[in-house]
């Protein structure tokens, strides 16, 4: 633990949402293992605009800082910009999603983007992203974010948007201003 940020080490969890705590846990569990080295995986950060409300998921890689939105809906989710549906197994008709998954990892990439900045690390992307670990994406095409179902794939997006300067300290080092409250 470094500060309010939780980084994850490699583990040999096998799956998504079989132990502990939430969607982000869970993910966090899967994910690590996945990445190549020089990535640290935060749970539940703790954002200085209001420290009270914590980003789920955040990934810290080489010139690049990855904002997830995991999400726990079951069936099929369909997106039409910043509106999701989601239809349960078997069910033919859709209900619309109270919150947005887009509008909240836009909102959480905003205020780490507000973090990342204020250490001094003003060239470093931020992305937001939502995953969906036990539904299926009908249509990405309408989203107006990265959405993924599969964690190959967010792996694949997250270790692309890294930067040619895979300098490991400089990743430590935003990975610390991150923990640092």
């Known amino acids: 633990m470094i500060g ?5 080490a490699p583990s040999t969890f096998p799956g998504i949402g079989l132990v502990g705590g939430g969607p982000a846990d869970s993910l966090a569990r899967a994910l690590r293992p ?11 950060y703790r954002p200085t605009d209001t420290p009270r409300d914590r980003v789920p998921l955040v ?42 998954p887009s509008r909240r990892a836009r909102w959480h990439a905003t205020r780490i983007t507000s973090d990342v900045q204020c250490g001094g690390f003003v060239r470093v992307r ?35 948007l890294g930067s040619a300067d895979r300098a490991p300290d400089r990743t430590l080092a935003l990975a610390h201003r991150l923990g640092a409250r």
């Open 126 to 160: 931020v992305e937001p992203a939502v995953f969906f670990g036990r539904a299926r994406l009908a249509d990405r095409a309408n989203s107006t974010l990265a959405a993924f179902d599969a964690l190959e794939d967010l792996v694949t997006f997250i270790t692309r």
């Open 4 to 8: 309010a940020i939780r980084l994850l």
């Open 59 to 100: 990934v810290v890689g080489p010139g690049a800082v990855i904002v997830v939105e995991p999400r726990r809906e079951r069936g099929r989710v369909i997106s039409e910009e910043d509106t999701w549906w989601v239809a349960a197994p078997g069910d033919r008709t859709a209900r619309r999603m109270e919150d947005s």
């Open 34 to 44: 996945k990445l190549p080295s020089g990535y640290a995986v935060a749970v539940r």
